[in-house]
């Protein structure tokens, strides 16, 4: 049995419903982003249990195919940033066909009109999200970073991170060193 599940992005994700599925004894065979296989069927009570300790950390079991659809695009580009490098050349609606078997266009679709949003331009958010991070932490500088994301140049990387962001590359740097403390949300 397999049950899908939204709002996972990362490896602590991972370990927080591998808990909640050991805490609610439930036999699991493997669990990544947005996915966990189960070894066998569980009750009713469990799953309503398992369900009720999953949303309060922040993650919801999907029921509904198509929003499954959708998690399972949003799931397989957060897992492509956990490898930390977009391979060069890389294209994104070959990407996805290559790993979720239908039409492109349908899910395009499917996805602009559940999310309000392109599937591009979730995955620019998400190469955005990438580079703050890394200037945050200061892991590398903007060629490093424009070469590892795949970008053309470090000028399309800083245009279309001020153009999302409404500042600069070096701008976003600064503000670390003015007492922001949190990469996502430096204008808070």
Excluded at 1 to 21: D, G, Q, S, W, Y
Aim: glycine share 4%.
């Amino acid at each position: 049995m397999e049950i899908l599940i939204k709002n996972m992005v990362c490896p602590r994700c991972i370990m927080a419903v591998e808990e909640t599925l050991r805490k609610h004894e439930i036999d699991y065979a493997n669990v990544v982003l947005g996915r966990v296989v189960l070894e066998g069927e569980i009750t009713v009570q469990k799953k309503v249990a398992l369900e009720h300790d999953l949303n309060q950390l922040g993650f919801e079991i999907l029921k509904d195919r198509d929003v499954q659809r959708i998690e399972n695009i949003k799931n397989l580009l957060h897992a492509l940033f956990q490898e930390e490098e977009i391979p060069s050349g890389f294209n994104l609606s070959t990407y996805i066909r290559t790993h979720i078997p239908e039409d492109y266009s349908s899910l395009s679709h499917l996805f602009s009109s559940m999310e309000g949003i392109t599937i591009e331009k979730f995955f620019i958010q998400l190469k955005i999200d990438k580079v703050k991070e890394w200037l945050f932490y200061e892991e590398m500088n903007l060629n490093e970073i424009s070469w590892k994301l795949d970008y053309s140049s470090v000028q399309h990387l800083s245009t279309q991170f001020k153009k999302m962001t409404g500042i600069t590359p070096t701008a976003y740097k600064k503000l670390k060193h003015q007492g922001n403390n949190s990469w996502k949300n430096p204008l808070d």
